[in-house]
C-alpha cells in the first residue's frame, strides 16, 4: 500500500505541473483580454490596469511569477500594484494571487468561500445517488423481469437521457412551483440544496443502479449464494450479507468517476439555482479571461478529482484483494 | 472469508456516506443567512467590486449608489441632480467655477464628518493612475486632470502633483467646508456628471488603516462587511461572492428619516429563468431582465414595466473594407433592415425601432434622423436604387457574401437572422451569420476584421454626447474605421457651447453621422422591469436606475389607489410585500409620494 501511495503522489505532483502549464498557456493563448468590455477603457487607463497585474511581462515570466515563489522585480510590482497588491501568485507557496475581475477578492478567498459549498452539494449528491441507486438495483435484481424492475430501469433510463438542466428545470416546475414545497433558488438552509442535489445525483443513481443490479444478478446465481439458501437463512440475510457485498464492487469502483462527474456537473444545476458555489467560476472566469481565478479553479479541481480517484483506488484495494497484486 | 472482509469494508462505505451526508447538512446550515431581509431584488452579474472608483457595470453602481453618496445624487422620478453631500452650490457666470457646499452635520458610518477634503482626496484617487480607474476620464473635464491623469512617471506614480489640477479644499463660514472646482470648458451637464456612482467620495481614515494593518492586501481589506466605511443611506451587512450583498440603514445618514427599508438583499443572479421563478415566487421584488421568449407573455401583467432605456442597438459597418467604403452601399443595408418585424418578432418588450444615432428619449434632445421615405417599401425601393448606382445588383457586379457578426446570444442571432432575411429578400444579397464568444468577439471587433458588428451603447449619463463622442477619429470605441473631420470639428465646437447652441452642434455632427452611415442603427432600448405592485419609490426612468434609497411598502390603501390609477387591462398579479406596508419614518403612509 505505501509504495503504491508514494507512486500515486509522484504522478500526483508531475499531473498537477502539467495540468497547471498548459492552461497558463492556453489561456493566454485565447484571443481577449480580462479588461475588455464593450465600452473600451482609455489606452493610458488600461496600460495601467495591465502593468498592475503584469500583464505587459513576457509570457515566461508571468508563467515563473505565478508559480512563484521566486519574486521576479519585487521592487517594480510594489510600486506598480498602488503600493502593495500582491503579485501574480506563487502557487507553489499556496498563493493564487488576486482575481483579476473581482477586484475586492483573491483567488483564495472565493474558492475558500465557494468550495465547501460544491463539495457539501457533491457529497449530498453522491451519497443520495449511491443510496438510491444501490436499493433500486437490488429491488431490481430480486424482482427480475417484473413490473416493479421495468419501471425502475426505465426511469433509470430517463434519467441518464434527461441532461440535467432540463432535468432540474423539471423538478423546478414540479416541486417549487406548482408543488410550493421547496425554494426555486439560492441559499438559506438544507431545504435549498435538495433539488439540485436531486437533479445532481439523479444520472449516478441510474448508472449505479444498473452495476448493482447486474452484479446482483451475478452474484445471485453464484453457488455461495446457493449454498446459504440451501442452510435455510432467511432472504433478506441472504441478500444483503451474502449477495451484496459482490454486488457493490462495480459500484465503487465507478465512485472514482461519479464523484468527478458531481464536480464537474454542478456548475450546470449550480447556475439553474443560483448556488454560489465553485462551479460557476469554473465557467465564468473562463469567460471573463480572469486568468488567475481559472487557473486557482482549474488547479484545485484537478487535486480534488486526482484525490478522489486514489481515493477510490484505496477503497477498491480494501474490498478486493485481488487488485492490490495488480501493480 | 471474501465475504467476511467485504462487509467489514462494505460497513466501512455506509459509515463514510453516512458522515458526508451530515457534514453536508452542517456545512450548507452554516452557509445559511440569518433572517430574510425586508426587500431583494435581482442584482444581475455578482459585482467585480465595491470600490467606487473603479465599477464599471450595472449592479456594481446599484450598490455603490447605496452605500456612498456622491456631491449630487440623481432624483430618482425625474434624474435631475439635487443636493446630495453638497447642500447647495454656485457655478460662476462663464459657468467655469463650481463651488459646492458640502453639508454640516453629514457623517461617516465611523463618525468622521464628510469634509470637502474627502471628495478632493477620492478624486485625486480617481484620477492617480496607480488605481487604474476605467471611469478616471469622467474628470477629464476639469482644468489639469487629464494631464495629471495620464502623463506616467517612473513606476506608474504621476509625474504631475495634484496641485495642478483645479479642485481645491476650501474652509466655508461656521466650521464648514466647501469644494471648489474649475474645468476647462464651460461643461452644462456637469453635475450630471457628478451624480455618477464613480465620483463617490471614499473615507480616505479607513483606507489608510487598512493599509497600515496589512500593506499586503489592504485594497481588499477596506472593502469587507464591517471595516467598509460608507456614507450613504445604506451600510453593507453581509457580502458573499455569487450569493447576495445584504445592505442594512445607515441610521447616521442625513436623510434616514426619509429611508423606509432596514435591510435589502441584492442577489448575484445570472440565469434569467432562475431569476424569473425567483420574482414569481415573491422571494425578490425587482427583476430587471427576462428571457426574451417569456417577454411576450410578462408584457401583459400588471408588473411589467416598460420604459424608454437611454440605450442603442446597432451594427457597426467596417467602412474600411469594400464595398462598405463605399456611402451608397451602407445606406442601402441601413434602409433595407426591416426594423418593425425586429421589435414587434424578436425583442417584443416595448423598444422601438431606431433610425438616429442617439435615442429619441434622450431628456430635451431633438436630433437627426436617417433619411427615409413615407413606408418600408419606398425605402426599399431607394435601396435597390442605391446598389445598382453604386454598381452592384442586375447588370452590375454582384455584391460578395456579407458577414454578419455578433456575440453567442440567442437574441442576438435572431436580430440577426431578421437583418439577413431584409436583405436577402429585398435586396438579393447573401448574407451569412457568425458569431463569437464575446470577449473573441470584442478582440475582432477591435481588429476591424469583420462586415457588419453587433453593438449597443448605453449612456451612463443623460447626455446625448456620450453617443456621438465614440465615433471622432481615434477613439478607441469607434471601431469602425470611420473618420470625419467634419464631424470631429462640430464636437470638439460643442465642447466651447453652452446651450441651446450645444445641442444644435451635436445634432448637425448626428446628421453627418446618419448621412455617412458607419453605423446601421436598428432599435432603442426599452427597461422592461418586473416590479412587485407593493413597491413603492420605484420610477420608470430613462437610465433604468432605481435608487434603494426611495423605495417602501405600500399599504392595502397605496395599492388600491395605485391600481385605480393604472391603465385598464394589465393582468392582475399577487403581490408579495408586507400587506400593512412600510414607511419611511418622515413619511406617513400615503403622503403624496
Known amino acids: ?327 | 472469508m471474501a465475504a467476511a472482509v467485504s462487509s467489514r469494508a462494505h460497513r466501512r462505505i455506509v459509515l463514510v456516506a453516512c458522515v458526508s451526508v451530515l457534514l453536508a447538512a452542517v456545512l450548507a446550515g452554516g452557509g445559511a443567512s440569518s433572517s430574510p431581509a425586508d426587500c431583494a431584488f435581482v442584482n444581475g452579474a455578482e459585482p467585480a467590486t465595491l470600490d467606487p472608483a473603479v465599477i464599471t457595470a450595472i449592479p456594481e453602481g446599484r450598490i455603490v449608489r447605496a452605500l456612498f453618496e456622491g456631491l449630487v445624487a440623481r432624483d430618482p422620478a425625474t434624474l435631475e441632480p439635487r443636493p446630495g453631500m453638497a447642500e447647495s452650490w454656485e457655478v460662476s457666470p462663464d459657468g467655469l467655477r463650481y463651488l459646492f457646499h458640502l453639508r454640516r452635520g453629514a457623517r461617516w458610518t465611523n463618525g468622521d464628518p464628510v469634509t470637502a477634503g474627502d471628495f478632493a482626496w477620492s478624486f485625486e484617487r480617481l484620477l492617480d493612475p496607480r488605481t487604474a480607474a476605467a471611469y478616471a476620464s469622467q474628470l477629464f473635464c476639469v482644468s489639469g486632470a487629464r494631464a495629471f491623469a495620464t502623463d506616467v512617471g517612473e513606476g506608474g506614480t504621476p509625474s504631475r502633483s495634484f496641485a495642478t489640477v483645479a479642485i481645491r479644499a476650501l474652509p466655508d463660514g461656521g466650521g464648514g467646508s466647501a469644494l471648489e472646482i474649475v474645468l476647462e470648458r464651460p461643461f452644462p451637464r456637469f453635475l450630471d456628471l457628478l451624480a455618477c456612482p464613480q465620483l463617490s467620495p471614499v473615507n480616505r481614515r479607513s483606507l489608510e488603516e487598512a493599509r497600515a494593518r496589512s500593506p499586503g492586501t489592504w485594497q481588499i481589506d477596506w472593502l469587507r462587511p464591517g471595516t467598509l466605511v460608507t456614507n450613504g443611506p445604506y451600510r453593507l451587512l453581509e457580502r458573499r461572492a455569487n450569493d447576495r450583498i445584504r445592505l442594512g440603514k445607515n441610521p447616521g445618514y442625513w436623510d434616514a428619516d426619509h429611508v423606509a427599508l432596514e435591510t435589502i438583499d441584492a442577489l448575484a443572479v445570472e440565469h434569467l429563468a432562475t431569476a424569473v421563478n425567483l420574482y414569481l415566487t415573491g422571494e425578490v421584488a425587482w427583476i430587471d431582465q427576462q428571457p426574451a421568449d417569456l417577454a411576450s407573455r410578462l408584457c401583459l401583467r400588471e408588473d411589467f414595466r416598460s420604459a424608454p432605456y437611454l440605450g442603442t442597438y446597432f451594427y457597426r459597418v467596417n467602412v474600411a473594407r469594400p464595398p462598405f467604403d463605399d456611402r451608397r452601399v451602407r445606406r442601402a443595408l441601413a434602409l433595407a433592415i426591416d426594423r418593425e418585424a425586429i421589435v414587434r418578432k424578436v425583442t417584443r418588450a416595448g423598444e422601438q425601432p431606431l433610425l438616429a444615432c442617439v435615442p429619441p428619449s434622450m431628456p430635451g434632445w431633438r436630433g437627426a434622423s436617417m433619411a427615409h421615405g413615407a413606408s418600408f417599401a419606398d425605402d426599399v425601393l431607394e435601396a435597390r436604387r442605391l446598389l445598382a448606382e453604386a454598381g452592384f445588383g442586375p447588370g452590375g457586379r454582384a455584391l460578395p457574401a456579407i458577414e454578419i457578426h455578433y456575440n453567442t446570444r440567442e437574441s442576438h442571432k435572431d436580430v440577426a437572422e431578421v437583418v439577413a432575411d431584409s436583405w436577402r429578400e429585398n435586396l438579393g444579397l447573401a448574407a451569412r451569420l457568425v458569431n463569437e464568444e464575446w470577449r473573441v468577439f470584442l478582440d475582432t471587433q477591435r481588429r476591424l476584421d469583420y462586415d457588419v458588428s453587433r453593438s449597443s451603447w448605453i449612456a451612463d449619463t443623460p447626455d446625448p454626447r456620450g453617443f456621438l463622442e465614440i465615433f471622432t477619429t481615434g477613439n478607441e470605441n469607434n471601431r469602425t474605421g470611420w473618420s470625419d473631420p467634419r464631424f470631429d470639428a462640430l464636437l470638439s465646437r460643442s465642447d466651447a457651447a453652452v446651450e441651446p447652441e450645444r445641442s444644435r452642434l451635436l445634432a448637425e455632427a448626428e446628421a453627418i453621422l446618419l448621412e455617412e452611415l458607419p453605423i446601421l442603427p436598428i432599435y432603442a432600448y426599452a427597461t422592461k422591469n418586473l416590479v412587485d405592485p407593493r413597491l413603492g419609490g420605484f420610477y420608470d426612468n430613462a437610465l433604468d436606475e432605481h435608487p434603494l434609497k426611495a423605495w417602501y411598502w405600500r399599504d392595502d390603501a397605496e395599492l388600491a389607489e395605485v391600481r385605480a390609477r393604472a391603465p385598464a387591462g394589465a393582468e392582475r398579479v399577487a403581490c408579495h410585500g408586507p400587506s400593512r406596508g412600510r414607511y419611511a419614518p418622515g413619511d406617513s403612509p400615503r403622503s403624496g409620494r
Open chain 1, 1 to 327: 500500500m505505501i509504495p503504491f501511495l508514494a507512486r500515486r503522489l509522484l504522478w500526483f505532483a508531475a499531473t498537477l505541473l502539467a495540468v497547471a502549464t498548459a492552461s497558463f498557456f492556453l489561456m493566454r493563448a485565447v484571443p481577449g483580454g480580462p479588461f475588455d468590455a464593450e465600452r473600451r477603457l482609455d489606452p493610458t487607463i488600461e496600460r495601467n490596469l495591465r502593468a498592475r497585474y503584469h500583464l505587459e511581462w513576457p509570457l515566461a515570466k508571468q508563467y515563473l511569477a505565478y508559480l512563484g515563489p521566486l519574486n521576479l522585480d519585487e521592487r517594480r510590482a510594489r510600486v506598480l500594484g498602488g503600493d502593495g497588491t500582491r503579485v501574480l501568485g506563487g502557487v507553489l507557496a499556496g498563493d493564487f494571487g488576486p482575481s483579476l475581475r473581482y477586484r475586492d477578492q483573491t483567488v483564495g478567498d472565493l474558492l475558500g468561500e465557494s468550495l465547501p459549498l460544491s463539495l457539501a452539494l457533491g457529497a449530498l449528491a453522491l451519497a443520495g445517488a449511491v443510496a438510491a441507486g444501490l436499493a433500486a438495483g437490488i429491488v431490481s435484481a430480486v424482482r427480475r423481469g417484473g413490473a416493479v424492475d421495468f419501471l425502475l430501469r426505465g426511469t433509470a433510463a430517463l434519467c441518464l437521457a434527461l441532461p440535467s438542466f432540463v432535468l432540474a428545470s423539471l423538478l423546478v416546475l414540479l416541486f417549487a412551483l406548482l408543488l410550493p414545497i421547496l425554494p426555486v433558488a439560492g441559499t438559506g438552509g438544507w431545504r435549498h440544496l435538495v433539488l439540485p442535489a436531486v437533479a445532481l445525483g439523479a444520472p449516478i443513481a441510474a448508472n449505479v443502479a444498473r452495476l448493482a443490479r447486474t452484479g446482483m444478478l451475478e452474484t445471485l446465481s453464484a453457488e455461495f449464494v446457493r449454498a446459504a439458501r440451501a442452510k435455510g437463512l432467511p432472504e433478506r440475510i441472504v441478500l444483503l450479507r451474502h449477495a451484496l457485498p459482490g454486488a457493490l464492487l462495480p459500484v465503487a469502483s465507478y465512485l472514482g468517476p461519479a464523484a468527478a462527474g458531481v464536480l464537474t456537473g454542478s456548475l450546470v444545476v449550480e447556475r439553474i439555482f443560483a448556488i454560489p458555489g465553485a462551479g460557476s467560476h469554473f465557467v465564468n472566469s473562463a469567460l471573463n479571461r480572469d486568468y488567475t481565478l481559472a487557473m486557482g479553479v482549474t488547479i484545485v479541481y484537478c487535486a480534488l478529482v486526482y484525490g478522489l480517484n486514489t481515493a477510490v483506488d484505496v477503497v477498491h484495494r480494501l474490498l478486493d484483494p485481488r487488485a492490490a497484486e495488480v501493480p
